[in-house]
Antibody
Framework: QLQLQESGPGLVKPSETLSLTCTVS??????????WGWIRQPPGKGLEWIGSIYFSGSTFYNPSLKSRVTISVDTSKNQFSLKLSSVTAADTAVYYC????????????WGQGTLVTVSS | QSALTQPPSVSGSPGQSVTISCTGTSSDVGSYNRVSWYQQPPGTAPKLMIY???NRPSGVPDRFSGSKSGNTASLTISGLQAEDEADYYCSSYTSSSTLLFGGGTKLTVL
């Protein structure tokens, strides 16, 4: 069964760039019917869609984060990555990666999530 | 873009039914049947419960059902069980090719 696993630093300093990678196992990231996405959840708050990427490299970003976000894909490693620049304490959150069905736009499955804290 | 509107909390006793609403606009919920619902017990990742307004993934109990009318989608949980206690989130595709989540609803089983 398909599994996703987030990895990256748990602590990032203000003004620096947050970098996370999602490794996909049990299936190919190059499937034509799926996008791959990042979603975050600040402590005690709701979910926020960050963006999605297709295996070809086409990207879709949340307009509120677009100026700071870059999502990329490495099909040879079956991975996709998130970079969020100029972070502040407001970017402290659990970051999830998930597979998004291209036509239903539903996210399933999700990774377990990784907490990233922005602090000096 | 603003988050979809959900009630902060709902509650019900075991065996009862509860409904959680998710209100958007004509640019998202009202225009597309690409509404999903997710269940998130404390400390865990969200789990897909409903997609395309009313479809259940394999393994989701038929006690969970979804519907939509105009700009409002709804999730109904019938025959409440203690294990249903969790946060629930809706999401919708938008006319800007983006995705929106609702603010979340905490379900308490009394």
């Amino acid at each position: 069964q398909l599994q996703l696993q987030e990895s990256g630093p748990g602590l990032v300093k203000p003004s620096e760039t947050l970098s996370l990678t999602c490794t996909v196992s049990g299936g190919s990231i190059s499937s034509s019917i799926y996008y791959w996405g990042w979603i975050r959840q600040p402590p005690g708050k709701g979910l926020e869609w960050i963006g999605s990427i297709y295996f070809s490299g086409s990207t879709f970003y949340n307009p509120s984060l677009k100026s700071r976000v870059t999502i990329s894909v490495d099909t040879s490693k079956n991975q996709f990555s998130l970079k969020l620049s100029s972070v502040t304490a407001a970017d402290t959150a659990v970051y999830y990666c998930a597979r998004r069905q291209r036509y239903t736009n539903a996210f399933d499955p999700w990774g377990q999530g990784t907490l990233v804290t922005v602090s000096s | 873009q603003s988050a979809l509107t959900q009630p902060p909390s709902v509650s019900g006793s075991p065996g009862q039914s509860v409904t959680i609403s998710c209100t958007g606009t004509s640019s998202d919920v009202g225009s597309y049947n690409r509404v999903s619902w997710y269940q998130q017990p404390p400390g865990t990742a969200p789990k897909l419960m409903i997609y395309e307004v009313s479809n259940r993934p394999s393994g989701v109990p038929d006690r969970f059902s979804g519907s939509k009318s105009g700009n409002t989608a709804s999730l109904t949980i019938s025959g409440l069980q203690a294990e249903d206690e969790a946060d629930y989130y809706c999401s919708s595709y938008t006319s800007s090719s983006t995705l929106l989540f609702g603010g979340g609803t905490k379900l308490t089983v009394l």
